[in-house]
């Protein structure tokens, strides 16, 4: 369930990390801002875009836990 609903940011992420890492090699430069902006703005992007979708599917999986509780205890 945790990896589901992390999947969208860590891939975008991971992604535009590898993009930048691949300009900065072939550039040649080397700044961190470079690398850290970008990962930023993708991860506010997709949560933006599936935020509302994560939060109902957390919501939703505190829901069920929270209703099974009391079969669990018995």
């Known amino acids: 369930m945790l990896l589901m609903i992390s999947a969208p940011i860590l891939l975008t992420v991971l ?5 930048v ?3 900065q090699a ?5 700044e961190a ?10 991860a ?4 933006a875009v599936a935020g509302p979708w994560m939060l ?10 929270l209703q099974a509780i009391p079969t669990v205890i018995g």
Do not use: D, M, Y
């Open 15 to 19: 992604a535009v990390g590898l993009v």
């Open 21 to 23: 890492s691949i300009f």
């Open 26 to 30: 072939a550039t040649q430069i080397h």
């Open 33 to 42: 801002t470079l690398s850290f902006v970008p990962k930023v703005i993708a």
């Open 44 to 47: 506010v992007a997709v949560l």
């Open 56 to 65: 109902t599917s957390l919501v939703e999986f505190l829901q069920r836990s």
